[in-house]
Every structure is written in C-alpha cells, then in structure tokens.
C-alpha cells in the first residue's frame, strides 16, 4: 500500500484527492496538511510513501518545503502538485528535489499513475518538460535571465507581473512591504531593468504569467 501524505491549503481540493484516490486498492491518504509547518508536524506522526505538494501555500512555499526535506535528510519522493503551468515553477521545483510535477488541471487523468511512478523510484514528467530539461542541461549559458532569480525572487517578479502591487504582495506572503520592495529591487538588478513595466513586459513575453502566482 502507498501511504500519501497530502499538502495544500484548500480543503475542498485535498476532499477531491483524496475522492480520485479512494477508487485505488493500492494508495492511501495517511495524512493532510495545510501548510509547511502543519507538514512537517505530520511527516513526524506518520509513515508514508509519497508526499504531495502544492507550490503556492501560504508563508513558505512548496519550493522551500523541498530544500527543507533535503537538508532535514528526508528522502520521501515528491510530487508537487501545482495550479501553475510547467513553464512556470516545473524545472525549479525538480531541480530542488522534486520526483515529479503535475498540474492540478491534468490530475484527474494522472495524478494515480504519477504517484505510482515516483513511489517506484521514477521522475514524473511530461514529454514537454522533459524536452526543456534536458536543452536546458544541454545550454546552460542559454538560459533565459529569470533563471538567474533566487525562488523567492521569482515568485515576486511572477507576482508583480500579475499586476498586484508591494502592499498586495506583502499581504498574500505575509512578509513586510519593505522586505518585498528589496526583492523587487534584486529582481530589477539581476533582469537588467528599471521598472515593473519592464518586468510585466518580460513576464508576459515569456509565458510566465499566472494568476496571482
């Protein structure tokens, strides 16, 4: 049996999982969490399998859930689970450990046979993102100038080319105005911009739009 610890912060959407899960004779739901910190609270209550991760919580993101499991020494696989499209957050998430990446719009379809795959060992991942992957190993001086931002830094320059402004950026991550106004001061620097519009522009060129991030 695989025994799946879920993580995101919508119940109605951890009731649907677990909805497409239960069908299955072989998965499990051992354990949901909210947040973070809710997370590691129940990886240290009880054993399981796989873990699945969304990107955007609320604090700490998906992405610095990952970094914390590797330097915790965690070696449970995870599937990031994300409303976020692949171009988005899908080759930062894998290169920070993840065992594979699904949008939440494709679950339904996939989301049993993925999480078979990463508890067999295995990566998850769409022809499409393996494509890029592997170009982006194959080019690394190629790389596009966001991938030079810190996952933070990026997440911001996502929000701020959503249209929300600092004040509006600060609330959803629950961090000072003046904490968000430095990133997006580092973020200009290492873009090689002056403003938001410039930033919005490059954010819309390249597809990275989202919805709030």
Avoid at 95 to 103: D, F, M, Q, W
């Amino acid at each position: 049996m695989i025994r799946v610890l879920l993580t995101d912060d919508h119940k109605i959407l951890r009731e649907g999982l677990k909805g497409l899960l239960h069908d299955t004779d072989d998965i499990t739901v051992v354990g949901e969490a909210g947040d973070i910190q809710e997370m590691f609270v129940r990886l240290g209550s009880v054993a399981c399998d796989v873990i699945v991760l969304d990107i955007s919580l609320p604090g700490r993101s998906g992405l610095d859930a990952l970094k914390q499991l590797k330097a915790e020494g965690i070696t449970t696989p995870v599937l990031v689970l994300s409303m976020h499209p692949e171009e988005q957050y899908a080759i930062r998430a894998i290169r920070s450990g993840a065992a594979g990446y699904l949008t939440k719009e494709t679950a339904s379809q996939e989301l049993v046979h993925a999480i078979r795959k990463v508890h067999a060992g295995g990566k998850y991942l769409s022809s499409n993102l393996a494509e890029r992957l592997f170009s982006e190993l194959a080019n690394p001086r190629g790389a596009e100038p966001h991938t030079l931002l810190s996952d933070r830094e990026y997440q911001i320059m996502c929000m701020i080319g959503s249209g929300l402004t600092l004040t509006g950026i600060a609330d959803k991550l629950a961090l000072s105005v003046k904490t968000i106004s430095t990133y997006r001061t580092r973020v200009l620097l290492k873009m090689g911009m002056k403003n938001n519009a410039e930033l919005t522009t490059y954010v819309v060129k390249t597809g990275l739009l989202c919805d709030n991030a």
